[in-house]
């Protein structure tokens, strides 16, 4: 672990953390992008987006109790027993860094652990689209990725921040929750805040951040008002802003940003977001057509004038058109992508099928 001595100093059994370390050591060798450990089932792998029950004795409370408790210093401790769920980030010496989320389940903790790796992929690696380079390239703006949980968001926004990191001089500042890849710096400077270890919260540090001289902000994760409102207004005064929010598609996370907001204060953000985006992929990842990993699919949205347009006048539901029309300028829609990786054998019709906003256009573009 991070650290074997905090982990006698717990008290807890040289057993459960010999049992946590080789359950582990198991999950990166089995390539698993996920280990989650549940009272009265064996520990479960995901691997290529399935779970895979280990062959091995259902967990007792006892022992998934033991194995928290050899994670966390006392003020984890006292901050899961007040709030009743944590994240945090550690390094294994086997699996690397991995990032840890407690719950609980029957008043019981449990655990779900996200393996991070060890190096940022190449953009053909990870299937993202040519155009996500210039959006990082910006010197200014709002460029947000979006998609459910495991949709590889993070994975994305680290790669955007490592090509900043290669090309420009400049200063970058993220706000994580956990962090969960370390950046070193190469032409610019990356310093990287963990909220409860260098924050309290995503909201004080964005205020924050602005003070601290930044050409790049990252926000690991758009989550109410205020940080959105705090966002928007670094994009508008000269910092490209990078952040993550959690909707299924382009459209939804903008009527989610607009949503949040009333009034005024509505009309104000619809202007920001018309003057300050630069763009939007939403992400989902599906399992490849031989089932041996997953691959990326997603939609994407560059704001060119008819995009700013729209925002401005708040006619969201008219963007599909707009992204449809907009191909020359690098913008697909989710149904396209899906299509296109089906031609390319990527990924099985029915998984395009099954998948798709608009079923009828693909079974029509087939037909």
């Not at 652990?113 to 053909?124: L, S, V």
């Not at 962090?179 to 924050?208: C, G, M, P, Y």
């Amino acid at each position: 672990m991070a650290s074997d001595a905090r982990l006698v100093a717990s008290g807890v059994s040289f057993m459960s953390t010999a049992s946590l370390d080789r359950l582990l050591a198991c999950a990166s060798e089995s390539d698993a992008s996920d280990l989650h450990l549940v009272a009265g089932v064996p520990p479960a792998f995901r691997v290529n987006g399935e779970i895979i029950i280990a062959d091995e004795d259902a967990l007792t409370e006892k022992e998934v109790a033991a194995m928290a408790g050899s994670l966390l210093n006392e003020q984890q401790k006292r901050k899961f027993e007040r709030e009743w769920e944590l994240c945090i980030s550690l390094v294994h010496r086997t699996a690397g860094r991995v990032r840890v989320t407690f719950y609980r389940r029957n008043g019981q903790p449990e655990m779900s652990f996200r393996f991070c790796g060890d190096r940022i992929a190449t953009r053909e690696e990870l299937g993202l689209p040519e155009r996500i380079d210039d959006l990082a390239r910006r010197p200014n703006g709002l460029v947000l990725i979006t998609g459910p949980t495991g949709a590889g968001k993070t994975t994305t926004l680290n790669y955007l921040v490592d090509l900043i990191n290669s090309e420009r001089r400049c200063k970058i500042v993220t706000i994580e929750d956990p962090i969960e890849f370390v950046h070193q710096n190469k032409r610019a400077i990356v310093v990287q805040q963990e909220v409860l270890t260098d924050v309290r919260s995503f909201n004080r540090a964005l205020i924050h951040v602005l003070r601290q001289d930044p050409d790049v902000i990252v926000v690991g994760e758009m989550r109410d008002f205020e940080a959105i409102s705090t966002a928007l207004t670094a994009a508008e005064t000269g910092h490209l802003v990078l952040a993550t929010m959690h909707s299924p598609s382009v459209s939804h996370a903008l009527e989610r940003i607009i949503g949040i907001f009333e009034g005024s204060a509505q009309r104000q953000i619809i202007l920001q977001l018309s003057n300050g985006l630069q763009g939007i992929i939403a992400q989902e990842l599906l399992p490849a057509a031989d089932r041996t990993r997953r691959v990326l699919a997603y939609e994407l949205i560059v704001a060119n004038p008819a995009v700013r347009n729209l925002i401005r006048e708040n006619q969201i539901h008219q963007l599909e058109n707009t992204i449809q029309m907009g191909r020359k300028d690098g913008m697909t829609l989710m149904d396209n992508c899906l299509y296109d990786l089906y031609c390319k054998c990527l990924i099985t019709y029915d998984t395009a099928l099954g998948r798709a906003r608009h079923p009828e256009l693909i079974i029509r573009t087939k037909g």
